[in-house]
């Protein structure tokens, strides 16, 4: 096999990307914040380096498959817009020996994550009350993770030249990874209890608990979830890293088969241009939907490139669709209002996610096309460009939005719980000050992982840092005890911290389009 050079080049290009050093700092600064709260919660006392290992293995456990699919996602589909995957198939190459290389590149650089966050996870060593067999079950457990989620974005990278493709289709196969590796690791470590009844509540337990190394803290008392003892347990992680494997193996089998048969660029074949036809191409209203386009383009011709296409306001209304198919079908759920608050809490995190994403991603089209030079020679200012933009992301996901918001408060007003009208203005302040901040990260950051993952840090993670922070001191100060709050952004001193960093970052995007101070992805710079 000539896999050995591929892995040299693979490893070279990936040593050159910034985004390698910095998914380590990202994984290493979120076990760091992790026992930071922990400490701030619980204090580092003697023998609870259990409790804290489970802990810093969940947050592990979270990071690997929401980095290791962003990562990786563009492995393949970069190669083949890059015009690169042609040249390799004319040397002694085979696809399997290919995508084989991208897999041991990419998964060496996983393992670097977990390399990176070892001395965090030395505290709870430190600590004491942490046994051996936590510590292997959490290696195997992140191992198995790391091959499903490098699988997922496998698969996803080799049917598709786009990134954003590639990207859509990690995340859809990791949401669908995460519930069978659940399965898998239930069916294997604890079969009596997992076949006994309620599957589905048996993997919303195994993914929120049971996967976690604190269920060993279980066995000396005799608990449910580690009925099966120390020795099944762990055997079932064993089997489950090597189940893990497989499906890794599987899947660059058939990612080298499918880049084998598209690797050559082709023509739509007939069948998928019919159904562009019939499904993608406007047949009704097509009078009122041209002047409706022409009015948009008149009105606001930097947000019109939005929704020029129609993946872009397939995004407006699928949202919508979303919403209100969800609402209507769990209308006639009895036990509708018991877990109410738990299901808008999803939704609202999911948009979120979309919404950091195109907002993430939105100057990158224009600065990979070279529409933004154009642009900026144009009578239009920074300050036309930059509030035209901001008004097609808003308009983008008002109705979503709006429907989800109406509907949580007007439930809200009815049963007279408000208690989650605080969380109600955390995510309206949110949705609107988050396209600001994605903005100055789309225009600064070249890769859009980098953007994407900026973007969440600074319109979520930081205004709460910052809020807690102070709070911490002012407590300190004044010899108050600080009680802990689990809520993550519902407080009014991180709202406006994160208010003031969407206008400093406002202020930010204007002067770097103004000096054109951004990459530029034809040149390299």
């Given at each position: 096999?000539?896999?050995?050079p591929?892995?040299?080049?693979e ?19 979120l076990?760091?914040?992790?026992a ?9 006392d ?75 996870l ?13 510590a ?8 198995s ?24 289709g ?127 383009i ?21 949202w ?9 079908a ?15 809490m ?22 990979e ?41 007007y ?95 406002l ?19």
């Amino acid at each position: 096999m000539n896999l050995w050079p591929v892995i040299v080049r693979e490893l070279r290009q990936q040593a050159r990307q910034k985004f390698t050093f910095t998914l380590r700092g990202v994984g290493a600064g979120l076990m760091t914040l992790a026992a930071a709260l922990f400490a701030l919660q619980f204090s580092f006392d003697p023998y609870r380096g259990g409790w804290l290992f489970s802990g810093l293995h969940i947050t592990l456990f979270y990071a690997i498959w929401v980095l290791v699919p962003l990562s990786a996602s563009d492995c393949i589909s970069r190669e083949r817009r890059e015009g690169t995957l042609g040249l390799l198939f004319l040397t002694p190459l085979r696809a399997r020996e290919i995508v084989m290389a991208k897999a041991l590149a990419h998964g060496l650089r996983a393992m670097t994550l977990l390399l990176a966050v070892l001395p965090v996870l030395t505290i709870p060593f430190i600590l004491g009350g942490v046994s051996w067999q936590q510590a292997a079950m959490s290696a195997l457990v992140n191992f198995s993770a790391v091959c499903w989620a490098l699988a997922s974005a496998l698969v996803a990278s080799a049917g598709t030249r786009s990134s954003l493709r590639a990207l859509v289709g990690a995340v859809a196969f990791t949401i669908c990874a995460i519930l069978l590796h659940a399965i898998t690791l239930g069916a294997l470590t604890t079969p009596g209890i997992f076949f006994s009844g309620n599957v589905l509540g048996f993997v919303d337990e195994r993914l929120l608990y049971g996967m976690s190394p604190m269920g060993m803290n279980q066995v000396r008392a005799g608990g449910g979830m580690a009925r099966g003892g120390a020795g099944m347990l762990l055997q079932g992680a064993v089997q489950g890293a090597l189940v893990s494997a497989l499906v890794l193996y599987a899947a660059v089998l058939y990612a080298a088969w499918k880049v084998r048969r598209t690797w050559q660029e082709e023509p739509p074949s007939q069948w998928v241009q019919d159904v562009q036809k019939t499904f993608l191409t406007p047949m009704l209203w097509q009078g009122f939907f041209k002047r409706w386009m022409r009015w948009k383009i008149e009105r606001n011709p930097i947000g019109w490139l939005e929704q020029r296409t129609w993946t872009g306001r397939l995004v407006t209304w699928a949202w919508f669709a979303i919403v209100i198919s969800l609402y209507s079908a769990i209308f006639t759920d009895r036990n509708l209002f018991r877990n109410f608050s738990g299901l808008q809490m999803t939704m609202a995190w999911l948009m979120m996610g979309s919404i950091a994403a195109s907002a993430a991603g939105s100057f990158r089209r224009e600065r990979e096309s070279g529409v933004l030079e154009l642009l900026l020679v144009t009578p239009l200012s920074a300050a036309h460009i930059i509030g035209g933009r901001l008004r097609g992301l808003w308009g983008q996901f008002l109705p979503a939005i709006a429907a989800l918001l109406i509907i949580w408060v007007y439930f809200q007003s009815i049963f007279r719980r408000y208690d989650d009208l605080g969380r109600v203005l955390f995510f309206a302040m949110t949705y609107f000050t988050l396209p600001v901040i994605g903005l100055y990260f789309s225009l600064l950051c070249r890769s859009f992982i980098t953007a994407f993952l900026a973007t969440l840090a600074c319109g979520l993670l930081l205004p709460v840092l910052l809020e807690r922070f102070g709070a911490f001191w002012v407590a300190v100060y004044f010899h108050m005890q600080l009680p802990f709050d689990a809520s993550f952004g519902a407080r009014p001193g991180a709202l406006f911290i994160q208010s003031l960093l969407a206008v400093r970052l406002l202020y930010a995007t204007r002067s770097r389009l103004n000096g054109r101070q951004f990459p530029l992805e034809r040149t390299g710079q």
